[in-house]
């Protein structure tokens, strides 16, 4: 069964900084990889999609790699805003049953102005 | 209306009553999911539809029921539930391809409360 860890599970950081956010995984044969952001209370907006034959993906600040071979993926947040406080979830889709995603318990960023 | 839209947004129910979650998808999609997300736990996936078929359940009790008339719309039928079942349930929706592995769009979930 596939497992999903996300480390840390809060971080807080002044605004401006650059940070990265990890992500692991147990079983190494992936579909895809996503990374989804939350605001309290409301519903996940994706990031990032990493197909498993891809390295990373990019997208303005934020840059997602992915190492299937040793289960591990990063998000990486260039020169952090205070609006990029959120959680941050990592979600894992099985090869074979691709819609099936299995989710982390998520980052919580806040970026102090 | 645009994206994935849930509604109620919130719901307090008691153990006894029949309550339903409905999801609209405006995106043309063809695959919907029902995920729960409960406090300290990480998304869990209950049920999938793609092209109105159900492919998979994810060992969830009989008192929540899905149901799915068409494409654009899921429904969660709720019936005799139990505090544990409280929690934020989201809704998705994705391309449906016989690929798979696209991206999954979700709505804003209904936070329910269970007493």
């Known amino acids: 069964k596939q497992e999903v860890t996300q480390i840390p599970a809060a971080l807080s950081v002044p605004e401006g900084e650059n940070l990265v956010l990890n992500c692991s995984f147990t079983d190494s044969a992936i579909y895809n990889l996503q990374w989804f952001r939350q605001d309290p209370g409301k519903g996940l907006t994706s990031l990032l999609l990493?197909?498993?034959?891809?390295r990373e993906q990019t997208s303005g600040r934020l840059n997602a790699s992915l190492d299937k071979s040793s289960g591990r993926s990063t998000l990486y947040i260039a020169a952090s805003q205070p609006g990029d406080s959120a959680t941050y979830l990592c979600a894992v889709g099985a090869s074979g049953s691709a819609r099936q995603l299995t989710f982390g318990s998520g980052t919580q960023l806040t970026v102090l102005p | 209306e645009t994206g994935v839209t849930q509604t109620p947004r919130h719901l307090v129910m008691g153990m006894t009553n029949k309550k339903s979650l409905k999801c609209e998808q405006h995106l043309g999609h063809n695959a919907m999911y029902w995920y729960k997300q409960s406090a300290k736990k990480p998304l869990e996936l209950m049920f999938v539809?793609?092209?109105?078929?159900?492919?998979e359940n994810n060992s969830v009790p009989s008192r929540f029921s899905p149901e799915c008339p068409n494409s654009s719309h899921l429904f969660l039928h709720l019936h005799t539930l139990q505090p544990e079942d409280s929690a934020l349930y989201l809704c998705?929706?994705?391309?449906?391809?016989?690929?798979?592995?696209?991206?999954?769009?979700f709505g804003p979930g209904t936070r329910l409360l269970v007493l």
């Open positions: 990493i197909q498993s034959s891809q």
């Open positions: 539809y793609n092209f109105k078929e159900q492919t």
């Open positions: 998705a929706s994705s391309p449906g391809t016989l690929a798979g592995g696209e991206t999954q769009y």
